[in-house]
């Protein structure tokens, strides 16, 4: 299994906004994509920014590609994101790991 992470923030008074799309673009959108076994967020407040981690679980490396591209190191990024003035970290990782399990 492949775990994909990604890290992007936005000013605290968009949280609520990013969250709900952040769930309707690149949650929804990689559960859609074959190969998905599940995406997962964790929000963090820092100050005047709030944090959003995204972790998707898939299958293999293709289906990674399929949701993310042949260049699937780069985020994946949404035409909206920028109303939200989203930093977003432009790399992805990719882990390969044997099972997921809460600490």
């Not at 990604?6 to 949650?27: D, I, M, N, R």
């Not at 005047?48 to 985020?75: P, R």
């Amino acid at each position: 299994m492949i775990v994909r992470t990604w890290h992007g923030c936005v000013p605290f008074k968009y949280a609520e906004g990013f969250a709900s799309h952040l769930q309707k673009t690149g949650v929804e959108h990689s559960e859609r994509t074959p190969g998905n076994l599940g995406a997962y967020v964790r929000r963090e407040t820092q100050g005047e920014w709030e944090h959003f981690f995204l972790a998707t679980y898939w299958k293999d490396l293709e289906a990674v590609k399929a949701f993310a591209g042949e260049q699937y190191q780069i985020a994946v990024t949404y035409p909206d994101d920028e109303q939200f003035e989203l930093l977003s970290d432009p790399y992805v990782f990719q882990h390969n790991v044997q099972a997921v399990s809460p600490l």
